[in-house]
């Protein structure tokens, strides 16, 4: 049996190698204009990606650009719902237009970090995929109450690990305002990519007391 990994990648975030990136990864996630990215840019990545036969994700975040969508908020379900459908709606339509099909969901930042420990929040963006389209997959954080609660309702999961970030003993990332929580050796990087993929284990950045 030969096991194969997902490259993911998030994309159209305002950063200029994106385009480096698309031969090294096999699915993508395109910012849709709340925490950072804009129509145009959407459409010029869905005609790159769909050329490479890649996975297209929508990467919906809070309306928060100034701090990166990565401030967390507390918006009632009814809104997190309704900001993340415009978003998801938004590129499902610039793919339908370009010929490519959009295959996944993967929220970014504080929202992706909230929903993974938010019932109501994952409830929310699970009932968004299974409105747009019941094919989506829906990208969470491994072992997260938002795949648990949305392969409830019958949504189409993808357990996601992180090479370059750090975990803490409850199998959450470690927040970004606290030291150690990127790795930014490409060695250790690796070597925790393979564990995850190899084992399904990750070392927590700090033991478990």
């Known amino acids: 049996c030969m096991h194969t990994i997902d490259g993911n990648v998030d994309i159209g975030e305002g950063f200029p190698l994106d385009f480096l990136l ?3 990864v096999s699915s993508v ?3 849709c204009g709340a925490h950072a990215g804009n129509a145009a840019l959407m459409r010029t990545l869905v005609k790159a990606c769909a050329e490479k036969n890649l996975a297209i994700g929508a990467h919906p975040g809070y309306a928060d650009p100034v701090h990166f969508g990565r401030r967390e908020m507390h918006l009632s379900p009814t809104a997190c719902k309704a900001l993340v ?3 998801v709606q938004l590129l499902k339509e610039i793919c339908a237009a370009e010929g490519a099909v959009l295959h ?3 929220p970014h930042g504080a929202l992706y970090n909230q929903s993974a420990k938010d019932p109501a ?3 929310a963006i699970a009932s968004v995929v299974l409105e747009i389209d019941p094919q989506l997959f829906l990208y969470g954080l491994s072992g997260s109450l938002s ?3 949305a ?3 019958g949504v189409k999961t993808v357990a996601e690990v992180f090479a370059d970030r750090t975990y803490q003993n409850d199998g959450s990332l470690t927040p970004r305002s606290l030291p150690g929580a990127l790795i930014e050796e490409v060695e250790l990087a690796l070597a925790q990519a393979l564990r995850m993929a190899k084992e ?3 070392t927590a950045l700090t033991a478990c007391p």
């Open 121 to 123: 929040l994952s409830e």
């Open 104 to 106: 996944h969901v993967k």
């Open 22 to 24: 698309l031969p090294y």
């Open 85 to 87: 459908k415009e978003q």
């Open 200 to 202: 399904g284990q990750v």
């Open 29 to 31: 996630n395109i910012a």
């Open 147 to 149: 795949l648990s609660v």
């Open 151 to 153: 392969e409830q309702m």
